[in-house]
Antibody, heavy 122, light 111 residues
Framework: EVQLVESGGGLVQPGRSLRLSCAASGFTFDDYAMHWVRQAPGKGLEWVSGISWNSGSIGYADSVKGRFTISRDNAKNSLYLQMNSLRAEDTALYYC???????????????WGQGTLVTVSS | QSALTQPASVSGSPGQSITISCTGTSSDVGSYNLVSWYQQHPGKAPKLMIYEVSKRPSGVSNRFSGSKSGNTASLTISGLQAEDEADYYCCSYAGSSSHVVFGGGTKLTVL
């Protein structure tokens, strides 16, 4: 059974940093691209970032480019999101999502975690 | 990266069919047959319903179908059931610079 379990969310002050993690199991992790998708309270889905199977291709939404860094450790079956210079508008539930292929060039996410909540507030 | 345009809400009675549109541009929906649709019930994670414009993942009811014409993709749900009431999001590949863009979401109400 595929499982994605996010962690690392919490309350953080504007301008500070936070690192999210996603532990994956139930599939061959290094065969697939992985993504972060967020959802602000009461709002829609927003793709944040994606990373290919071997970290060779990475993409970011314009809203987080230069502030967030995605990475993965295939030996640990884990995905990460380093979030720096956090803003109030980054407040959201952050989902880890599995891609259906190895590359980031597909908007198909067939498994999702339950999300970890990030709240940016003073 | 501009969000794809979806109607805020649609509604239909049990047994009827509804269609949700998703309008993008020639840089995303119009350029790639890489449109997917997600269903999200309140408090739950999204579920992939359609990928590559019209393909259904294993386990998704054949009451769900997708299509595309030009810059607009569509999701049709036939034989509406109460359990279909949810939010629906379209999503498209948008090239190597923008990567992925979602629609704003459509709330489906089954009357």
């Amino acid at each position: 059974e595929v499982q994605l379990v996010e962690s690392g969310g919490g309350l953080v002050q504007p301008g500070r940093s936070l690192r999210l993690s996603c532990a994956a199991s139930g599939f061959t992790f290094d065969d697939y691209a992985m993504h972060w998708v967020r959802q602000a309270p009461g709002k829609g889905l927003e793709w944040v970032s994606g990373i290919s199977w071997n970290s060779g291709s990475i993409g970011y939404a314009d809203s987080v480019k230069g502030r967030f860094t995605i990475s993965r450790d295939n030996a640990k079956n884990s995905l990460y999101l380093q979030m720096n210079s956090l803003r109030a508008e980054d407040t959201a539930l952050y989902y880890c999502a599995k891609g259906v292929v190895a590359l980031v060039t597909r908007p198909d996410f067939d498994y999702w975690g339950q999300g970890t909540l990030v709240t940016v507030s003073s | 990266q501009s969000a794809l345009t979806q109607p805020a809400s649609v509604s239909g009675s049990p047994g009827q069919s509804i269609t949700i549109s998703c309008t993008g541009t020639s840089s995303d929906v119009g350029s790639y047959n890489l449109v997917s649709w997600y269903q999200q019930h309140p408090g739950k994670a999204p579920k992939l319903m359609i990928y590559e414009v019209s393909k259904r993942p294993s386990g998704v009811s054949n009451r769900f179908s997708g299509s595309k014409s030009g810059n607009t993709a569509s999701l049709t749900i036939s034989g509406l059931q109460a359990e279909d009431e949810a939010d629906y999001y379209c999503c498209s590949y948008a090239g190597s610079s923008s990567h992925v863009v979602f629609g704003g979401g459509t709330k489906l109400t089954v009357l």
